[in-house]
Nanobody
Framework: QVQLVQSGGGLVQPGGSLRLSCTAPGFTRHSAMAWYRQAAGKQREWVSSISIDGSTDYADSVKGRFTISKDKAKDTVTVYLQMNSLKAEDTAMYFC???????WGQGTQVTVSS
């Protein structure tokens, strides 16, 4: 397993935007990365993925509102999740996932509320 460090998240009003970040060691650059979320009392669900070649995929519930991207530096890889037009139902703990290493970030809370 590898250490994934998340940042971002917080409280935002409906319709607002947030950006989540997830930084991984550089040797994970050949792994697909993903974001998942888990709302209170519910199972963790997949949100979005980005493959090695940069192709992306999204859950229907976030398609058109969320954007996943990836930056590669010399020693790190950072994956972002830009979340726009946020809704109350997006409220959850968000986790990044390094697919090939079966590793998870520590989670970051996103709360959408007026």
């Amino acid at each position: 397993q590898v250490q994934l460090v998340q940042s971002g998240g917080g409280l935002v009003q409906p319709g607002g935007s947030l950006r989540l970040s997830c930084t991984a060691p550089g040797f994970t650059r050949h792994s697909a990365m993903a974001w998942y979320r888990q709302a209170a009392g519910k199972q963790r669900e997949w949100v979005s993925s980005i493959s090695i070649d940069g192709s992306t995929d999204y859950a229907d519930s976030v398609k058109g509102r969320f954007t996943i991207s990836k930056d590669k530096a010399k020693d790190t890889v950072t994956v972002y999740l830009q979340m726009n037009s946020l809704k109350a139902e997006d409220t959850a703990m968000y986790f990044c996932n390094c697919v090939d290493f079966s590793s998870w970030g520590q989670g970051t809370q996103v709360t959408v509320s007026s």
